[in-house]
């Protein structure tokens, strides 16, 4: 196989998480999304159980998942004590400013008996393909997990079942600047190498 090996290096040392704020307002084509989910679906997974399940919002589709989450914190969090009003208006507009939202979902295959640590491993392998993907067309994502991520009861919504598990929200948008420095440097750190 030919590919540039600097280039793919240059595409890992590139990525970055890029947040709503930083996103210019413009639509991302839906088929560049779907190229994103493709190049998703080729990531190693044990027993080709392929437990990643994901749900794409967009348009209209937006507003439908910031109502949902908005409503469904602040009914989680008014029955524990703990509800705080600028929370609720986060997850009632911070949805509005991407292009597109991609729910991440891990679903099991119990009958394949994969260890959850390993499905989970797929799913994360998964986004980081969706990352690095966007990377290379330019567009800024990150994935949260905050918000109603955890919540039990979130899971239907997503067509996710009590076995499973909702890992969180992939957002995508078009950044007004790519950041130029990450908060990263070269690792420089030292790994064991066993040679006999």
């Known amino acids: ?3 540039s090996t600097q280039e793919i290096d240059l595409l890992i040392a590139k990525r970055r998480s890029i947040y709503p ?4 307002g413009e639509i991302i084509p839906d088929a560049i999304v779907e190229q994103l989910l493709e190049n998703a679906c080729w990531a190693p997974t044990h027993k080709i159980t392929e437990p990643w399940h994901f749900t794409v919002f967009t348009g209209k589709g937006l507003k439908l998942l910031a109502d949902f ?3 469904l ?3 989680v969090s008014m029955r ?3 509800f705080h009003s600028d929370k609720f ?3 009632a507009t911070k949805p509005l400013k991407a292009s ?3 729910a991440i979902g891990m679903k099991r295959d119990r009958k394949a008996a994969v260890p959850e640590v390993e499905e989970l491993a797929a799913v994360a392998a998964a986004v980081q393909n969706m990352q690095l993907s966007a990377t290379a067309y330019g567009i800024g994502c990150y994935w949260g997990s905050g918000g109603i991520t955890y919540m039990e009861e979130a899971k239907s919504f997503f067509g996710l079942e009590a076995s499973d598990k909702l890992l969180g929200f992939l957002y995508l948008g078009i950044p007004r600047q790519w950041p130029q420095k990450g908060r990263r440097k070269k690792t420089g750190k030292s790994f064991p190498w066993i040679r006999e």
């Open 21 to 24: 704020e930083q996103y210019s």
């Open 100 to 102: 597109h939202i991609i």
């Open 89 to 91: 208006k986060k997850l």
């Open 69 to 71: 989450q908005a409503s």
């Open 80 to 82: 524990q004590g703990n």
């Open 73 to 75: 914190y602040q009914k």
């Open 1 to 3: 196989m030919e590919f």
